[in-house]
């Protein structure tokens, strides 16, 4: 997968999902019907642009409320996205994971592909999961957790709100102080390390990597074409080997890997149906 | 093979359970439940609390 065409999906995508321009203008967020649906990528639902609901928000929301029901319809769409795609939304579908994108482009003396206590730091993600969006909003009724303290989408959000309406911006505090400088350390550390939210914070890239093994879409390594050079793990900026584990949870599916290794040996399948050889019958091949 | 075919068939399973509860979530009118959130300014989200 070309990264030009990447990007142009990414761009696509985030377009797609903040289409109400008028918003950013006026202050006023979109009421319409497309907001019974969650989107896949985290996309604050404050966000003026925003033309669908945040998974992430919508499911803290329904475990908060007074009268506890399953959350059925969230836990569906998040469990159906994650089910295809596994963490190719992160990789091509969530604009939070895009601008991040973009910031490790911003040319820096140093680019850190890993450093110690990488690996562990990456647990942090599922901690948030589980105590930010299921416990803590479960204990404590009608708080969202993740979103009240964490999320820097939602900040970017109420930049862009309050820029456009001086009510709301007087209304800001303590907790905008807070989260805004949750959102700068991440602006900030994003062009130094490659996605660092998606790497260490976000509970919903910690709940679509439960899913990577399984999904429909996943990354093939063809043992016949493979000659263990190295190159696909030198690539990735997730400090993923594709070769020892093509569908890890930590692969966010860039495809930097497939473009990246000069044999040919990596490919995107949809549900693969392998022969004896261990190569991809063609007509499964995505 | 075989590990594989269990594997889609997993896949398969899991987007069919998916499938399902979105179906029991509309029709117990969840999705009334997401809008009504979404279409009102989340005062926690953007930093007001």
């Known amino acids: ?286 | 093979m075989s590990w594989l075919k269990n594997e889609n068939l997993l896949t398969a399973g899991l987007l069919l359970t998916a499938v399902i509860l979105i179906a029991a979530g509309v029709a117990m009118k969840q999705n009334h439940q997401v809008l009504a959130k979404a279409v009102r300014i989340c005062l926690e989200c953007i930093g007001i609390g």
């Open chain 1, 1 to 286: 997968m070309d990264n030009k065409k990447r990007t142009f999906i990414q761009a696509a995508a985030a377009a797609l999902q903040n289409a109400n321009v008028k918003g950013f203008f006026t202050g006023q967020i979109y009421t319409g019907a497309g907001k019974n649906v969650c989107v896949p990528g985290l996309n604050c639902y404050s966000c003026p642009g925003a033309l669908g609901a945040c998974p992430l928000g919508s499911l803290q929301n329904a475990v908060s409320a007074w009268k506890f029901r399953f959350p059925y319809y969230v836990l569906g769409l998040m469990m159906f996205f994650g089910a295809a795609f596994g963490r190719l939304i992160c990789g091509f579908l969530c604009p939070f994971g895009f601008l991040q994108d973009l910031l490790f482009r911003v040319p820096s003396p140093k680019k850190l592909r890993t450093f110690r206590g990488d690996r562990q730091l990456r647990y942090i993600k599922y901690a948030m999961l589980l105590i930010m969006v299921l416990i803590l909003p479960f204990t404590y009724k009608f708080t969202p957790f993740f979103c009240k303290y964490v999320c820097p989408s939602g900040t970017l959000s109420g930049i862009m709100l309050s820029a456009a309406d001086s009510r709301l911006r007087s209304l800001l505090g303590g907790i905008f102080t807070w989260k805004a400088t949750v959102l700068m350390a991440v602006v900030f550390t994003s062009i130094v390390i490659a996605r660092p939210f998606c790497k260490y914070i976000c509970p919903l890239g910690a709940f679509y990597a439960l899913f990577n093994k399984v999904s429909a879409v996943r990354l093939h390594v063809d043992g016949n074409k493979c000659v263990n050079c190295g190159a696909c793990a030198k690539v990735c900026d997730m400090a993923v080997n594709p070769v020892a584990a093509p569908n890890h949870p930590e692969c966010i599916r860039c495809g930097k890997c497939v473009s990246g290794c000069p044999h040919g040996a990596i490919c995107f399948t949809c549900l693969t149906v392998r022969n004896h050889a261990g190569t991809i019958d063609s007509k499964h091949k995505a």
